[in-house]
């Protein structure tokens, strides 16, 4: 599929598949990484690169090593190059590894709203969404 066709594809359409977190794309633009040095440079770049996400018209699947687990969502917006999810947490944290289940649950305790903004970047999908301080990349993977 060319590029012009994937972008006159709906952010509903876009969303569907499989997307994994682009670590070089993230630490590129993540400011506060460049500022670091040695062990604390390496620690921050380590935390990007391994989440997986699949979307279906209604689940969201996500993947971070041993750390499996579902959501439903809901799509409460969306224009010609995003979308807003409204996503389930269903207490979803309970079930997470312990090392990242504080996390999940400060993260996932309540639905929380999601702003996807999608971009086509050298004949690759991406999208991005803001993080607070930072945003992180995902690239569409292929089956």
Not at 18 to 41: P, V
Not at 56 to 70: F, P, Q, S, V
Not at 95 to 111: H, Q
Request: proline letters at 2%; aromatic letters at 12%; one cysteine or more.
């Amino acid at each position: 599929m060319d590029a012009a066709k994937r972008v006159a594809r709906s952010p509903r359409r876009r969303l569907i598949g499989t997307w994994k977190s682009d670590r070089r794309l993230t630490l590129s633009n993540l400011h506060r990484y460049h500022l670091l040095t040695g062990a604390r440079k390496r620690r921050l770049g380590s935390s990007f690169g391994r989440l997986v996400l699949r979307y279906t018209r209604r689940r969201l699947y996500i993947d971070l090593g041993e750390t499996k687990w579902t959501a439903k969502y809901d799509i409460l917006a969306e224009d010609s190059s995003s979308i807003v999810l409204r996503i389930h947490s269903e207490d979803l944290w309970k079930r997470a590894d312990p090392l990242v289940a504080d996390i999940l649950k400060e993260m996932m305790a309540a639905p929380r709203l999601e702003h996807i903004q999608f971009r086509t970047r050298r004949g690759g999908e991406y999208y991005w969404i803001g993080c607070g301080f930072y945003c992180e990349w995902f690239k569409r993977q292929r089956a």
